[in-house]
Every structure is written in C-alpha cells, then in structure tokens.
C-alpha cells in the first residue's frame, strides 16, 4: 500500500471523526481539536487526490483545508446564539 494511501485513510478517519463528534454535540466545530482534525485530515486527503489526479477534490480538499487551519490562526468572535441554530 502506497504512503499516500495510508495517508488518506488517517485523514479520512481525522475527518470523519471530527464531524461524527461535532454532530453529537461532542465536539464545538470552533474548537482547536475540530480545526486541527479538519485542517490535518483534508490536507492528507488533498495530497492523495494530487497524486492520482482527482483535482475536483484535491481542490475541495485544499480549499477547506485552508479554511480550516487559518480558522485556528485567526478565530472569530461569535455571539452566543446564532440565528442559523
């Protein structure tokens, strides 16, 4: 097995178990474990699309993951309710 498929399979999972946690109320999705697994996760999920030329998601992945890491670098204040719920 490729070092990129391994890769992906961590990142998958980082994702994937942030996002179950987040859903059950287990996990704030504004929380630095939540961005880190997200920004970690999608970054080793992007290079794996890179490497076998899946750049529709290779570019999804590297754009959340962006968002993702800068989120940790440059949190925003929020109010305590949001009108979305």
Known sequence: MEITMIG???GMILVLVAFIF???GLLSSRSL???Y????GETMLTIRAGVTG????????AIWAVF?????????KVADE???G
């Open 54 to 61: 899946e750049w529709p998601f290779a570019i999804l992945g």
């Open 22 to 24: 987040e859903t059950r």
């Open 37 to 40: 697994s997200m920004g970690i």
């Open 8 to 10: 992906a399979y961590v």
């Open 68 to 76: 993702a890491l800068y989120s940790v670098l440059r949190p925003i």
């Open 33 to 35: 474990l939540y961005l």
């Open 82 to 84: 949001s009108p979305l």
